[in-house]
């Protein structure tokens, strides 16, 4: 019998992607070794470290990750229609090892865009894998575009957020699919927010903001200052300007994952439960990794089947 040619198709999801480590890790102590690797956003980021081999190097880096370190990888500008401009992140894949053209790897590699123009859906496959991973993750309002052969790209999660379609184009007979974006929707809002929780959370909006603003001039600071409070929670009832935009992006997934799924359905699915982690909060990668594992271990009876 030839042996089937695996396609791992790694969801958009933010934070919640770190989930991509833990499952491509309980893949691989199962014998288990996709041929195609296509991702999404996040998706994008953790398929690029692992088809270049530095997916053990990554997973050291998020586990050990505070808050300070990742704000570090926050390039703020206030031009180029995104708050962040994203050279630190591809700076941050140079460290890594991960830089190299996306035709020299050895496994078939997608990182999936969107165009800002047209809407249609960009596959990246060929050229400096970092740069392909940037366009994959420009998160309007988050992250500026970026310019890749005269279109302007964002965020795959806008077309595509879990990329089967892709890897079954790309010649993969049994397709295994990593969805974070399974159970989102109602998460936020429901309940008083613990005040230990809002508290520890407090550093990092002014942390943040304070990073902000220092890339303004001393005269429009406070100005900037009062307004830029604004955007932040005002009290356990009252979304603040980023949890309208983290749930509104939520939203959006949800909906164009399952419209894109209910028409090119995996093989396998695999669905981890991140429910109660925030776009944002990369910090919590043990949890995440975890969770991936475990959602991987579930499913092998139904993989072996297949495979």
């Not at 198709?9 to 309980?26: E, M």
């Not at 590699?109 to 969107?114: K, Q």
């Not at 957020?161 to 890897?167: D, E, Q, Y």
């Amino acid at each position: 019998m030839t042996r089937r040619r695996i396609g791992l198709a790694l969801g958009s999801g933010s934070a919640r992607g770190w989930a991509h480590i833990g499952a491509i890790d309980a893949l691989t102590e199962a014998g288990i070794d996709p041929e195609i690797v296509c991702g999404t956003s996040i998706g994008a980021l953790v398929g690029a470290a692992y088809v270049a081999g530095r997916l053990a190097d990554l997973r050291r880096w998020a586990e050990a990750a505070t808050w300070r370190e990742i704000i570090a990888l926050i390039d703020v500008r206030f031009s180029g229609g995104g708050l962040i401009d994203g050279k630190e992140v591809v700076e941050f894949l140079r460290r890594l090892g991960i830089a190299a053209p996306i035709e020299s790897y050895a496994k078939v590699f997608a990182a999936i865009a969107t165009d800002l123009a047209t809407g249609r859906e960009i596959w990246l496959q060929s050229g400096p894998i970092q740069e392909a991973v940037r366009a994959s993750i420009s998160l309007p309002a988050i992250f500026s575009p970026t310019r890749i052969d005269d279109r302007w790209l964002v965020d795959g999660g806008l077309s595509n957020p879990v990329p089967v379609s892709v890897c079954r184009a790309l010649g993969a007979e049994v397709i295994i699919a990593i969805n974070l974006n399974g159970d989102l929707l109602g998460r936020r809002f429901e309940a008083e927010p613990d005040a230990s929780a809002a508290t520890a959370a407090a550093p990092v909006s002014h942390e943040f903001l304070d990073r902000v603003l220092s890339h303004l001039p001393v005269a429009m600071r406070e100005q900037t200052a009062q307004i830029a409070v604004q955007l932040l929670p005002q009290g356990p009832s009252a979304p603040g300007y980023f949890d309208v935009l983290a749930n509104s992006i939520n939203i959006m997934q949800d909906h164009i994952t399952r419209t894109r799924l209910a028409g090119e359905p995996p093989h396998v699915m695999l669905l981890p439960r991140l429910r109660d982690m925030g776009l944002m909060e990369f910090d919590r990668a043990k949890e995440a990794i975890a969770e991936g594992r475990i959602c991987v271990e579930q499913a092998l009876p139904m993989l072996r089947r297949y495979l």
